[in-house]
């Protein structure tokens, strides 16, 4: 899950938490950041953790439950490990498909 957690960031444009698959590109949408982080000069500092204070909690907050809201539409593969979405998951072999055409 950590790995999934780190493929989760904040989207500026639309001010919402997204992943985008390793294989396809395509991108998810979760929830909206907090109201005390929609700021474009704040989100780059909030990513890398130099905030601080209630900003910063509130933040890591948000995005450790998006990253669980999004595990619902992401795999991981069993072979590589890469979390990908169900369009490129073979769920019959739990892998990618890029591990499923090395076979």
Known sequence: MKQLYEQVHADAQQMQFCAECEISGKRIYSR???LLCRSNALLESLEKGRV???RQRLYNSSHASATQDLARYFNQC???GKWV?????EPEEMICMNCKDEK
């Not at 979405?85 to 998951?89: A, G, K, N, Q, R």
């Open 78 to 80: 069993r072979s590589c």
């Open 85 to 89: 979405c169900d369009e490129m998951y």
């Open 32 to 34: 909206k950041l907090p």
């Open 52 to 54: 601080g204070g209630i």
